[in-house]
């Protein structure tokens, strides 16, 4: 009984499975051709001119000409066109194997043939589901046209099927490995977006909350003291324009509906509070230069955020790490923001990892520039440059 109402579930499993392989679509912005490809192409062309000339045991001339051609010329193709790469170099390869199991001729293909699983491997990397599924049906359909044309045992013919499931293996399995990764890296950027959004749209709070507090002292003073009115007035100008600007930078920006609290976020002045008293390794220092006065609110959040990450990277990753100095200089143009830390080279931290995306998305956001990697000399830098008024691009 078990059996019986197991079957069809796995049949449907299958079938479900099957029918997303099918409407797979191709990976976006494959690389179009490149030097190294053409160089590929050279190299394997002069390779079976050599062997055409220096080898006695090959099939003839005309037909090694036809397999060599028909296996090289698609390859600087192979990522924008994997479909056609494949059927040219699989269906000509199987026209000539068939040619020479008919007329009997002796001898083997050139070694430039082996690219076939250069293309198999890109059919699998960059071909959408229906492509990547017609494309295997033409290399099923060679495999064993070859085998008989080459005569070879038992092994050779598992062999060369297990190398060609092999390299159509491979290709899949980078190719969703690439795409778990962009996922991973798009939910970083909307993560950092996200936060963003929640601490700009709590600094406009704030400030809507002060313009309603002074208008109400306005107008409860506006009959007594009609002077007083005019500073309430004033203030509430000044704050008006302080939101319009943080509202400005909110537009673009995802924000998730989430509670809020409407508080002040933290600023250039709480980056000091980051500093450490020596006692815990690695030792936190905190300098601050110039123009840090009256820095829109969204950038100086971001210049504690960018740090505080940052230190927190240089905890968890930075080997033999004893020092991070943090340095945050500002000018009438612009905040800059530099992390150092000593640790070793050693250190096995990740240009790529999602925590430096999301740094990287919110400076980008801000309209500003982010730049993390090894040091000249030792350690890891962290370097941000962004705008005063913190305008999105």
Not at 85 to 95: E, I, K, N, Q
Not at 194 to 200: C, D, I, K, N, W
């Amino acid at each position: 009984m078990y059996r019986t109402r197991g079957l069809p579930r796995l049949i449907k499993v299958a079938t479900n499975a099957l029918r997303s392989l099918w409407a797979e679509p191709r990976p976006t912005n494959p690389p179009d051709r490149r030097l190294r490809d053409r160089a590929l192409v050279a190299v394997l062309i002069c390779w079976s001119v050599l062997e055409a000339v220096l080898r006695e045991d090959m099939a003839p001339l005309p037909l090694l000409l036809i397999a060599a051609l028909a296996v090289v010329a698609p390859l600087p193709w192979r990522r924008t066109h994997p479909l056609v790469a494949a059927v040219v170099a699989f269906s000509t390869v199987t026209v000539v194997d068939i040619v020479r199991v008919l007329t009997g001729s002796q001898g083997t293909l050139p070694s430039s043939v082996s690219a076939t699983l250069v293309i198999a491997y890109a059919l699998f990397r960059w071909g959408s589901g229906r492509e990547a599924a017609s494309g295997l049906g033409v290399i099923l359909l060679w495999l064993p046209i070859t085998c008989v044309a080459e005569s070879g045992s038992v092994t050779e013919t598992v062999a060369g099927y297990a190398f060609f499931l092999f390299a159509a293996a491979l290709g899949a399995a980078i190719r969703y490995r690439t795409k778990i990764r962009i996922r991973d890296i798009d939910q970083a950027k909307a993560r950092e977006r996200e936060l963003l959004a929640r601490e700009l749209h709590d600094t406009v709070a704030h400030h809507v909350s002060g313009i309603a507090i002074q208008a109400q002292a306005g107008r409860a003073i506006a009959a007594s003291h009609p002077e007083r009115a005019l500073e309430a007035l004033a203030v509430i100008e000044d704050a008006a324009t302080r939101t319009l600007t943080e509202l400005r930078a909110i537009v673009g920006v995802l924000r998730s509906p989430k509670d809020t609290e409407f508080a002040p976020q933290p600023g250039v002045a709480e980056v000091q509070q980051l500093a450490t008293d020596g006692r815990t390794r690695p030792c936190v220092e905190v300098t601050l230069f110039g123009e840090l006065e009256d820095l829109s609110p969204a950038v100086g959040a971001a210049i504690y955020r960018l740090a505080q990450e940052s230190i927190t990277n240089a905890r968890r990753h930075a080997r033999h790490a004893t020092r991070v100095t943090v340095a945050v200089t500002g000018d009438a143009d612009q905040v800059r923001l530099t992390i150092d830390d000593d640790g070793s080279a050693a250190g096995g931290r990740a240009p790529a990892g999602y925590g430096l995306v999301g740094m990287r998305e919110r400076a980008s956001l801000l309209g500003g520039t982010f730049h993390a990697g090894p040091a000249a000399e030792r350690g890891w830098r962290v370097e941000a440059v962004l705008p005063r008024t913190g305008t999105p691009r």
